[in-house]
């Protein structure tokens, strides 16, 4: 392979390529967690995030271990670059033993604290001051991990955010509010819920700076992140990047989305991160027609075991209903 001339920020042929891989990875999951749905064998909602991978990947690429993610519903492919195995994904999708809560309940809600995961919060945006909370904590122990908090812009329209907002502010704390934006919060468009254009904004109201971007250019999305994740590991306080984007599918895949047009659909569409990248990668000698294909054999073969594994793993024992319990 030719030597690269110049990357972006840095970043080498192995990483970028290593990016392509989770883009990839991200989305095939999904694509085949929608046909599985079809088929009847997921027991778990599933709120796929396709057409906003680039927000994932830019985000959590190249994060420790020891710092934290709150995802969202949609968010599935932070928990596999956090650590999380696709086999054990996929077994939870479908409700088995061996996935992250033994059957206990639907994908969103598992946190694998020895990863870094808070398990997702039904109640939309509580998960932010549970972020700020951890980011205290890191704080106080004189830490320089980094919390990641994802929310969707309809989120950011309840009071915990404003409060998690403002205690971070106040505090100066390490942690890196990600607004996915796809403008939709299930059938409402933003303009009816919100009379500003940009989520970003919000941020300078609790004293930090907020930065609205193209959340699907997964370079983009790595640039601001980097620069957050060095202030927040510096003292220096939390980020607001607002990520635009749109989300491919119905808010889950029981939802036609019959209240947004086609037209807007495709436009979007042409806006596809991985389609964008590739050429980008393409374009600078990084991605050739043979890592490609190595790649997606490599996809396949994670996907086909993950699939398999969750089709033969057993069901709950009903004797284990009352094992792990808190209290
Ligand atoms: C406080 C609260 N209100 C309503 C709901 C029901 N609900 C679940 S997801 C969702 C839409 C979320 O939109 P957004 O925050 O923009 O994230 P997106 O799904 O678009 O990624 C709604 C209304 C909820 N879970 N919690």
């Known amino acids: ?26 989305r095939s999951f999904d694509e085949r967690l929608s046909l599985l749905v079809r088929q009847g064998k997921v027991r778990s909602g599933v709120y796929t995030g396709i057409g906003q991978e680039a927000i994932i990947v830019g985000t959590c690429f190249g994060l420790r271990k020891e710092d934290y993610i709150c995802p969202l519903h949609r968010d599935l492919g932070a928990l596999l670059m956090k650590g999380v195995e696709p086999r054990v994904m996929m077994a939870q999708m479908f409700g088995k033993a061996t996935g992250l809560s033994k059957g206990r309940d639907s994908a969103l809600h598992s946190g694998v604290p020895e990863l870094g995961i808070f398990g997702n919060t039904s109640m939309l945006g509580a998960n932010l001051p549970v972020a ?4 205290l904590t890191f704080k106080m122990e004189q830490k320089d991990n980094v919390v990641l908090a994802y929310f969707g812009e309809g ?16 505090q100066k704390l390490p942690v890196v509010f990600i607004c996915e934006n796809n403008l939709y919060a299930y059938s409402v468009p933003i ?6 254009e ?22 983009a999305v790595y640039q601001a992140m980097k620069g957050a994740r060095r202030r927040a590991r510096a003292g220096d306080g939390p980020t607001l990047i607002e990520c635009k ?24 569409k042409s806006r596809d991160p991985l389609v964008t990248f590739t050429a980008y990668l393409t374009h600078m000698s990084v991605l050739t027609p043979e890592n490609e294909q190595e790649i997606d054999a490599r996809i396949r073969n994670v996907l086909d075991d993950a699939v398999r594994f969750a089709e033969d793993s057993p069901d709950p024992a009903p004797e284990d209903a009352v094992t792990d319990l808190y209290a």
């Open 191 to 196: 303009e009816k819920a919100m009379a500003i």
């Open 132 to 135: 700020a909370g951890i980011a």
């Open 1 to 26: 392979m030719p030597p690269i001339k110049r990357t972006k920020f840095k970043l080498n042929t192995d990483e970028l390529l290593q990016m392509f891989y989770w883009l990839k990875l991200i």
């Open 245 to 268: 984007t749109y989300r491919w599918h119905g808010h889950s895949e029981h939802d036609k989305a019959f209240y947004r047009t086609p037209e807007e659909l495709a436009m979007w």
């Open 155 to 170: 989120a950011s329209n309840t009071g915990d955010f404003h409060e998690a907002m403002n205690f971070a502010g106040v």
């Open 198 to 219: 940009d989520v970003a904004v919000r941020a300078e109201g609790y004293g930090f700076d907020g930065v609205a971007i193209n959340g699907n250019d997964v370079l």
